[in-house]
């Protein structure tokens, strides 16, 4: 666009006179101050939601490890299930969080996810009128946080920038790169390419973000990993605190 608009102002010699000149200079600055502000509040809505992201994924495997700890306090019967529910569980959480939500395969882990929750649920629930106690109540309590924050989740990744707001800075940035050329007296590469380049420097940063389960800056799922090895390794008998993002397993 900057070459291009550039031949053009060359050919029409809009820059020879110093007036129009003015003007053509005074519209370009006014657009990269516009544009500036819009990637910058661009910017600032994917950040938050990114950095919420990954907290949650972290809540989300401090959550499922405190459930299995309390599992192992259920009645024999529905203690060895839920177990075993939960080992699962993880696992299909933590690869779910690798996968963009377009994917046949997500949709299948999400649907295995609704599944898995039904199931826990019941056993939860069976434990709960079989043995009655405070222990009990507390683990089906606890199960609907689990619960709770695996809907969190999604929906955290489904909100992203809207469609409008890109197809506005893709045009806005046009505009921009149109007056940068439009207002050159003489072609200066330096000068032509840094401006298109910061912009897509920019945008591309945020749109990684935005998307975090594609692109170069995507979520850590550590914490899911951890919780998943640990689970496969650690006997139904064990009480060994489980702690797997660094953060000490929530009290309640």
């Known amino acids: ?54 907290q949650m994924i972290v809540d989300e495997a401090n959550s499922v490890g405190a459930r299995y700890l309390r599992a192992q306090l259920l009645p024999a019967e529905e203690k060895g299930r839920v177990l075993g529910l939960l080992k699962e569980y993880v696992g299909v959480r933590r690869r779910s969080a690798e996968l963009r939500l377009d994917t046949v395969e997500y949709q299948s882990l999400a649907k295995r996810t609704r599944e ?48 409008s ?11 921009t790169s149109f007056a940068t050329g439009y207002s050159s007296r003489r072609r200066i590469w330096l000068a032509f390419l ?12 945020t749109a990684d973000m935005d998307s975090p389960r594609s692109g170069l800056i995507r979520t850590d799922v ?13 006997p139904v008998t064990s009480t060994e605190p489980l702690e797997p993002a660094g953060i000490s397993t929530p009290s309640k």
């Open 194 to 205: 840094t401006t298109p380049i910061m912009v897509a420097i920019v945008m591309g940063m």
């Open 1 to 54: 666009m900057v070459e291009v608009v550039y031949r053009l102002s060359v050919r029409r010699a809009v820059n020879e006179e110093a007036p129009i000149h003015e003007q053509i200079v005074n519209e370009r600055d006014a657009l990269r101050l516009l544009l500036s502000l819009l990637l910058g509040f661009t910017l600032a809505m994917a950040l938050p939601r990114f950095d919420q992201l990954r």
């Open 116 to 163: 898995l929750q039904s199931e826990l649920w019941e056993q939860a629930v069976s434990a709960g009128r079989k043995a009655p106690s405070p222990i009990t109540w507390l683990f089906v309590s606890s199960l609907n946080e689990t619960i709770t924050l695996a809907e969190k989740r999604r929906a955290s990744v489904e909100n992203r920038v809207q469609v």
């Open 165 to 175: 707001v890109w197809i506005m800075l893709f045009l806005i940035a046009l505009l």
């Open 222 to 234: 550590r914490s899911l990993r951890r919780v998943e090895e640990q689970l496969k390794s650690t």
